[in-house]
């Protein structure tokens, strides 16, 4: 069985850091894309970041380029998102999705989410 | 840089068929998918690439694509089917996925 557990949320100040982790099993992890995409309160879906089977292929949304990062550890089945000098409109529950297979292609699994809050 | 739109709310009676549209610049040459969203739950991929459907869904559920409109068709729709679905495609353009703002299915 497929599952993706995200961790690392929590009430951040404006400015921080957070990291968040998703823990992945019940796959090949390394077969396929991951990415991120955060849903906001009231709002809707809302793509953040996505990387490719080998990490040859990274892409952000533009609200988050330059200030967060992407990266895998195929040897921990684990993905992460670091993510720095955070701002209110951060503010998200954020869910880690696995690819049916390369980076275009739809999400087929997705965790339950960890909350982030940037708040003073 | 490319905008999907739905509408924001559809409603209809039990056993009913709903359509849910999404509009985009040639989205048909593009593959979209659909999620389905409950309350406090993890979305749910119910189309992919534009009519095929993962195994667990039910075959009510099928989608269809064209011109400037993708549709998600949902037959004989049934109270549980209430939730917020969402298109979504790849946009390689801009290197980005894209998704709809969303749309409300309540089932009266």
């Known amino acids: 069985e497929v599952q993706l557990v995200e961790s690392g949320g929590g009430l951040v100040q404006p400015g921080r850091s957070l990291r968040l982790s998703c823990a992945a099993s019940g796959f090949t992890f390394d077969d396929y894309a991951m990415h991120w995409v955060r849903q906001t309160p009231g709002k809707g879906l809302e793509w953040v970041s996505g990387i490719s089977w080998n990490s040859g292929h990274i892409a952000y949304a533009d609200s988050v380029r330059g200030r967060f990062t992407i990266y895998r550890d195929d040897a921990k089945n684990s993905l992460f998102l670091q993510m720095n000098s955070l701002r209110a409109e951060d503010t998200a529950l954020y869910y880690c999705?696995?690819?049916?297979?390369?980076?275009?292609?739809?999400?087929?699994?997705w965790g339950l989410g960890t909350l982030v809050t940037v708040s003073s | 840089s490319y905008v999907l739109t739905q509408p924001p709310s559809v409603s209809l009676a039990p056993g009913q068929t709903a359509r849910i549209t999404c509009e985009g610049y040639n989205i048909g040459s593009k593959s979209v998918h659909w999620y389905q969203r409950k309350p406090g739950q993890a979305p749910v991929l119910v189309v992919y690439?534009?009519?095929d459907r993962p195994s667990g869904i039910p075959e009510r559920f099928s989608g269809s694509n064209s011109g400037n409109t993708a549709t998600l068709t949902i037959s004989r729709v049934e109270a549980g089917d209430e939730a917020d679905y969402y298109c979504?495609?790849?946009?390689?353009?801009?290197?980005?996925?894209?998704f709809g703002g969303g749309t409300i299915l309540t089932v009266l």
């Open positions: 999705a696995k690819s049916l297979g390369s980076m275009v292609d739809g999400l087929d699994y």
């Open positions: 979504q495609m790849w946009d390689s353009s801009s290197d980005h996925r894209v």
């Open positions: 690439n534009d009519g």
